[in-house]
């Protein structure tokens, strides 16, 4: 018999499987959880003060780590809380383990407050949820869930943890489990999705999931520069290399109309590591498939295969002599003058440090920002892969957990910031490397955008009052630093690029409210 | 045909059925219904930043305006962030509207980034859910949907609304469908309850759900005064009338210890509107059900039937003469010296104003409260029913909303008031008279009791680290005035008393940052 407890025989697990950090708000059913971080050193936990800052972070750690992170979630409320942002990891195939604290098994037939379904909330996921009965049984339980999570090409995977199971004594330990690796794509698939590239019509090339580093876009770039195919990344990417030296490769847009134009005369659709591009929303009268009428789709590798080994397989193919295109170095002169949509951008491109991360929320604000960072020194971005806003200040935490040598940089628009606002605490708390410019435009004003789009009425004064932000104004500067982030305005490009410098020279968290008037 | 849209039909039938209050955030596929708010001038459209905020102001406009609210919360997501004070709101029985925005039923096919299965996640609350597939069955589907909201004893009921349902031509209203009443308790059940009461064995007597207003009350005063039984109030009612001239009776203790202490010596423990007691949560070695050793529980009503009624009957069998015990008016005296947890209790109860709201979730802060407020004016008091944390500044708001002329309370603990904190900004946009007083104990002070009391290890430095929200200290003046409420901080007794008679005085919402050391 071990002289663990369960939650000791969890976490042992999970460091010696490598999942050393675990993002938590923990409540009474976690407490053996707590207590038992002082018995494994290696695992560190990050407190934060809301459920969406947990899955966030963890979604933010695994997608620059390249591996997983644990939460520590309190019951069904807890869950519910941290699904947004699980939501979002989901459709990032980011791997994460998921645990969920509940009742003691034998207290759930009393129905106390806080009972509640939890398996179908994690159901909802599509994910892998597992319910840890037994004390002797959680470390299996734990390995079992690390390795879902990482099987390619990854996924939330949850282990709903009862409070007993926790704190029973005869847990066990169990080795790591290999998780299931990207499987190659077939020599046809590969030869036939080749032959499209010498049809001679106009083909497009949409790459995705982990193709969007730099291997895996070297080998896209070779093909388009070889065959003239129009090469595109995924419209919202979990990880894209980017920067001088990588290939600059435009994203797919947004909005339906930019695609249709993006795709204008296409015949042949090439997908590696994504899937045919869809409208993000649907709207009357419009379609909700972006293919091209009349062109066909042809699937390279699915986003579980080995895109990049696929990708590079067929440029050998098609362009075997062709180098791919990089971007040189290139950068924006500092602009001067009242912030705008398109200066801000600039002042961004022309003060990006080295290895930068970029969590970009910045939403209709950084419409011009590809452009004006593309030459910037190689950098990675982080995009909000799901929707579900409320996402940039929880992935900057995580990733700078994961890189605290690189500066990480969150484009945050105003209109979803204060989903998981709290995550700033946390970044003070742990002294992170991340500077927040908060896009304050005072408006939703994609959802100006979107009541056009739609073709709703257009919109009369109770209908703009919703989408209006500016009654009060939110003082970002107080909020920060009533959170323990040192925070200043910019309402200058000068200003902007002075506090810029500023926030990277010094270590820890700060944040520059950015009064960017609305682009629409 | 009508020349309604869905969302027209929708918030017209909804009106016609006497919801006219929707709390929303909304996104794209909610802009008909957005755009239909300009048509139908009797809904009133208040704006979240979260979705939290949106369901928990939903939860208390309707715990104070007795008839449901309406919220807007957008596709899967969105109802995440907005299922924690979903779970509150369905464990105090509240009726609420909920209606959840989806894509165009065509659009769901693509498997868009914000599709999810919204019917998962809306059916862990074990309410009623509901898709609207079709334009012209919206104005039908709602009026089902709040019918069964208001079905005894209330509940959250979802309408899932496509986006394409709610833009198409052709809604048609459909008029109230009236809701499922409370049943009366038969008269058999009323006769075996009273003659449990003259047994002359020790009777405690719980009471819960609708029968924690004047009436109820009063009906089990009367049976505790004339029959010697020790009554109680369930720990966690959805609204408690009390305060001078209403009955003070004591709710049944958080901790297990607090009701064996409570119960001990009970032979029988009548339940009417609410179930025998549970402990909140497990704890190793601990029994979950607080029922004595030995002794009988017997129902007199469910929470769905007439709870007070068949009090009434009870109390006309075995208290005929008997009058109800009633609070004399009486006030602590005005305290002075720094603030701590007593005396912070006897500013509220020297203070508080005729025919409050309070929203209360002190917490731990809270303990010494009912005591302190028991003779004070007459006051409601709305509690934290589902043990979700984050409800208090929602469900304050909402309840301003219902009730515009009465003072609202909110106490709210310092960590718990991150998980919804933009309700602040709710508060300053519709100028609710909200005055929050933030009791600042820089800790998760319940979880350090927690700790110990699970049996966990005694906490180590880094599990100590974890229920610590001291470093960094938050400033909440400045985190309310960054969301446009004006804020003060106390830290002796006569500040806190100054600074909430000018809450109190001033229309609008203020928020007192009291600094007040932890009790444990």
Chains 1, 2 share one sequence.
Request: aromatic share 4%; proline share 7%; hydrophobic share 45%.
């Amino acid at each position: 018999m071990s002289e663990l407890n369960g939650a000791q025989s969890l976490i042992r697990t999970l460091v010696d499987a490598g999942v050393e950090v675990c993002f938590a708000n923990p409540g009474t059913s976690e407490m053996h959880f707590v207590a038992a971080l002082d018995t494994v050193p290696e695992m560190r936990g990050v407190l934060a003060l809301f459920e969406g800052v947990v899955t966030g972070a963890a979604d933010g750690y695994a997608r620059i780590a390249g591996k997983p992170a644990a939460t520590l979630l309190h019951l069904g409320p807890g869950l519910g809380n941290g699904l947004a942002n699980l939501h979002n990891a989901r459709r990032a195939h980011t791997p994460i383990v998921n645990v969920v604290g509940d009742h003691a098994t034998y207290h759930k037939q009393y129905d106390a407050p806080l009972e509640s379904d939890i398996e179908a909330v994690a159901g909802s996921l599509e994910g892998w949820v597992r319910r840890s009965e037994h004390t002797k049984d959680v470390g299996a339980d734990a390995a079992a869930t690390v390795a879902a999570a990482q099987d390619a090409p990854g996924r939330v995977a949850t282990l709903i943890l009862p409070a007993d199971a926790s704190w029973g004594e005869g847990g066990e330990t169990c080795a790591p489990i290999p998780p299931r690796v990207p499987q190659a794509v077939d020599a046809t698939t590969v030869k036939d999705v080749a032959a499209v590239f010498g049809t001679g019509e106009p083909v497009a090339l949409l790459v995705g999931g982990s193709a969007c580093r730099e291997e895996g876009l070297r080998a896209a770039s070779r093909i388009g520069a070889a065959t003239g195919a129009k090469v595109f990344v995924e419209t919202f990417p979990a990880r894209l290399e980017r920067g001088a030296g990588l290939p600059s490769i435009e994203r797919l847009g947004y909005l339906a109309e930019q695609v249709a134009y993006q795709l204008d005369g296409i015949k042949h659709v090439v997908v590696a590591g994504t899937k045919a591009p869809v409208s993000f929303f649907a709207y009357p009268g419009k379609a909700s498939d972006l293919v091209p009428e009349g062109a066909q789709v042809h699937t390279l590798a699915s986003v579980a295969q080995d895109v990049t080994r696929a990708l590079n397989e067929v440029a050998d193919l098609v362009a075997a002599d062709t180098e791919p295109v990089l971007a040189p170095e290139s950068r924006p002169a500092l602009p001067s003058g009242p912030l705008t949509p398109q200066n801000w951008v600039e002042v961004i491109g022309a003060l990006l440090p080295e290895n930068a991360i970029i969590a970009d929320e910045a939403n209709t604000s950084g419409l011009m920002l590809p452009m004006a960072t593309a030459g910037a020194p190689r950098h990675d971005v982080l995009t909000l892969t799901g929707g579900a806003i409320g996402y940039g200040m929880p992935v900057a935490t995580g990733a700078a957990v994961a890189a605290p040598d690189r500066p990480v940089l969150n484009l945050q628009s105003d209109g979803s910031a204060l989903y998981t606002i709290s995550a700033l605490w946390t970044q003070a708390r742990e002294n992170l490397n991340v500077t927040t410019v908060l896009l304050n435009n005072r408006a939703y004003a994609i959802l100006r955008l979107e009541l056009q789009r739609v073709g709703a009425a257009s919109g009369g004064p109770k209908a703009n009052d919703l989408l209006d932000l500016s009654r009060p104004d939110m003082d970002f500067v107080k909020i920060a630093e009533g959170m323990g982030v040192p925070a200043s305005r910019a309402t200058t490009a000068e200003e902007l690029a002075e506090q810029l410098q500023r926030a990277f020279a010094e270590p820890g968290p700060h944040l520059i409210d950015a009064v960017v008037p609305p682009l629409l």
